[in-house]
């Protein structure tokens, strides 16, 4: 997978997550078309139950975790570069 892919990946888990929220609380319906119905196909327990769907949220969430924490893993460490005192203090006339 292409590193620019990761954060749309976290983006869309976000999404689903949220709209899974949004499924158990406004029983069963949601805003997104055709999400409602491919979620009562995936997951047959929010058909039953619509407020099952925070039991999926939960998975939804520690797997965006793993992500978040597997692209923090893989990233290049920081160069920090030294700054000079005149710069850090750009924004206070009255210390120049």
Known sequence: ???????ALG???GGAINELKQLSMAD????????????RSLFPEIAEEPGAALDVV???VMLRRRLIAAVA???PPSIDTPV??????WWRPWQR
């Open 84 to 89: 000079s005192e005149a710069r850090r203090r």
């Open 1 to 7: 997978m292409p590193d620019e892919a990761l954060p």
């Open 28 to 39: 069963g319906r949601s805003m997104v078309p055709g999400f409602a119905e491919a979620a």
């Open 11 to 13: 983006d869309a888990l």
């Open 73 to 75: 893993e893989a990233a």
């Open 58 to 60: 939960g998975h939804g």
